[in-house]
């Protein structure tokens, strides 16, 4: 084609990365709000900083959902400020991962590098090498929206490398199809629906429906 598939006027820039994000993050569960403030309550009466940390990191991604991003943004801050007195590094972690899958969504790619590659390196500390499968893949997800493909790869080939060594199948199937943008971006289309064929068995041996939708 005459242009990059990323130029094509299909979805904005903003637009592109809220999807981006969506298909990548096969983990999140659906939480309402009403319950949010009476274990918050409890934590404040009792004075567990990480109880409260994570009620707040949990009300967040509610309103992350909900498109809110201000009010998201202000309450994984709160969630990072209370988890880091704590100590918890992996309640810190998913605040900081939180935070910047907003500004990825956002389309603020500069923070949303920032917020990833600080969770990227807590999870390293823990030394848990499953942890790092979906951080390498956002911070991959980052650089793909930049254009930067050379990293962009880097990233999405270790966190395929760790996703096979644990039989990761939602890690395996996101990070072939994610490799399939990056040589379909680089006009590499062979490459590209090697990966995207791959990506569809391990959907379907997976039975993750939804996603194959997204794929097609």
């Known amino acids: 084609p005459a242009s990059r598939l990323a130029d094509l006027p299909l979805l904005s820039a903003s637009e592109r990365a809220a999807l981006l994000v969506e298909w990548n993050d096969t983990r999140r569960e659906s939480r309402a709000l009403p319950w949010q403030s009476v274990p918050q309550g409890i934590a404040e009466q009792v004075g567990d900083s990480l109880g409260i940390a994570s009620v707040l990191n949990d009300t967040g991604e509610v309103y992350s959902f909900q498109g809110n991003y201000p009010e998201a943004l202000a309450y994984f801050q709160k ?38 590659q600080k969770n990227l390196a807590l999870r390293e500390e823990t030394g848990d090498k499953n942890s790092l499968i ?19 790869l880097e990233y999405y080939q270790k966190s395929l490398a760790l996703s096979e060594a644990s039989g990761d199948k939602a890690g395996i199937a996101s990070n072939l199809h994610n490799l399939s943008l990056v040589y379909t971006e680089q006009g590499n289309y062979g490459q590209a629906l090697e990966m995207h064929q791959r990506s569809l068995k391990e959907l379907a041996s997976s039975g993750h429906k939804p996603a194959i939708g997204i794929t097609l």
């Open 79 to 116: 969630s990072l400020t209370m988890s880091t007195r704590a100590g918890d590094k992996i309640e810190m972690a998913l605040a900081l991962s939180r935070t910047g899958l907003v500004y990825l969504s956002q389309g603020d790619y500069g923070r949303a590098l920032e917020y990833l």
């Open 134 to 152: 979906f951080p390498l893949l956002n911070v991959g997800n980052v650089y793909l929206q930049q254009g930067n493909y050379v990293q962009a």
